[in-house]
């Protein structure tokens, strides 16, 4: 079961929960996916709540791999949701907020403009 005060998430693929985490490492590789060049500018990017599928691949994935799990995108992209793409948003939304609570984000995953 994910720990929050951890950063973790916890999110259902193909039948079974995985963990969640963007760690350091994770968040490098969004930085380097996104051509970031700060951490701020990875928040800002997903302040403008303009996710699109590629995106919940990318942050899915980081966060699968920076939780332990050795997944990558690609199989990623083959694998469900019980909920579908709301649900993966949904565990998406929950991460960031967890990841960025001290970075302008409420309890609710909303970000404030930074």
């Known amino acids: 079961m994910a720990n929050r005060h951890r950063g973790e998430v916890d999110i259902e693929l193909d039948g079974r929960r995985w963990s969640m985490a963007l760690t350091l490492g994770a968040l490098a590789e969004l930085e380097d996916a996104y051509a970031a060049e700060s951490l701020e500018a990875l928040v800002i990017r997903f302040a403008e709540h303009k996710l699109g599928t590629q995106d919940l691949t990318r942050i899915i994935g980081a966060g699968l791999r920076g939780g332990g799990n050795e997944v990558s995108n690609a199989q990623l992209q083959a694998m469900?949701?019980?909920?579908?793409v709301v649900g993966m948003a949904r565990a998406v939304k929950a991460l960031l907020a967890v990841t960025f609570k001290d970075q302008g984000t409420t309890s609710e995953g909303s970000q404030s403009p930074p």
Do not use: L, Q, S, V
Not at 80 to 84: D, F, I, M, V, Y
């Open 80 to 84: 469900t949701c019980p909920e579908g």
